[in-house]
């Protein structure tokens, strides 16, 4: 897979998960909160919808607690976050975790990008699913060509709501088949969400955004967004350790 050109061509790539120790203490978090050895796509068997949302909320405290896990989700692609962002590299502050049970409209996501809620739009999207993503119970995108035609759209249907908007180019929406040992990497850019879960199987995953340590800050989120708050240092380039250690007066570096 040339990860470049499909992300310039696309906006989006699917990528093998290149930590299987990574994946499983993730999903080993998860399943010690539902108290389940059993696969995560059938927790919805033995819990009821109304108590979703405190499980949830456990299980992002607990993925959040786990000793490094900065260094432990990066691993899942690193070639391809070199690739694409390049050698100094931030990382959201936090794990995000979605649930998605069958037929639960509690927790579906209407049609978005994350630019438009304040994300850089230097910043990939890392999601992974803790189990089979597929069909209804996955997440939809549109690709940059579709994306570019719902940006132009945004001020037509400013008053009519996006569910309109979503409505004239769902036919477009890629409903995408991520499996469980591989990783969606997208531009928060695009246009994404998804619906009501028609499947028989539930639907975990994990979401974290980074981006390059010098990609423009945004001004119009000068503190929510920003470096610091939202995002934190994650690797660092020898070359700009050297530069930080620069000291003209002090000779200190």
């Not at 630019?115 to 997440?139: C, R």
């Not at 579709?146 to 037509?156: E, T």
Request: proline residues 2%; aromatic residues 14%.
């Amino acid at each position: 897979m040339n990860i470049k050109k499909n992300f310039e061509n696309e906006g989006f790539l699917i990528v093998k998960n290149e930590s299987k120790e990574s994946l499983d203490l993730l999903c080993k978090t998860v399943q010690n909160i539902f108290k389940s050895n059993k696969d995560l796509d059938k927790i919805h068997l033995n819990f009821d919808y109304k108590d979703i949302n405190k499980y949830r909320l456990n299980c992002f405290k607990k993925l959040n607690q786990i000793r490094n896990w900065e260094n432990l989700y990066f691993k899942q692609c690193e070639k391809a976050l070199y690739s694409l962002i390049g050698l100094d590299i931030s990382i959201q502050t936090k794990l995000n975790l979605s649930i998605q049970m069958p037929k639960d409209t509690t927790s579906s996501l209407g049609l978005h990008s994350d630019t438009l809620s304040g994300q850089s739009e230097y910043e990939v999207v890392v999601w992974t699913p803790l189990a089979d993503a597929f069909e209804s119970n996955s997440m939809y995108i549109f690709d940059k060509k579709v994306s570019k035609l719902i940006y132009q759209d945004l001020n037509k249907f400013e008053f009519k709501g996006m569910d309109k908007l979503y409505n004239k180019y769902k036919k477009h929406a890629k409903f995408l088949n991520v499996k469980k040992g591989e990783i969606l990497i997208f531009s928060s850019s695009l246009f994404h969400g998804n619906i009501i879960n028609r499947t028989k199987k539930t639907r975990l995953s994990i979401n974290c955004r980074f981006k390059s340590i010098f990609a423009p800050e945004l001004e119009d989120f000068p503190t929510e967004r920003s470096s610091g708050s939202f995002y934190k240092p994650l690797k660092i380039s020898p070359v700009t350790k050297w530069g930080l250690k620069y000291k003209y007066n002090n000779i200190k570096f």
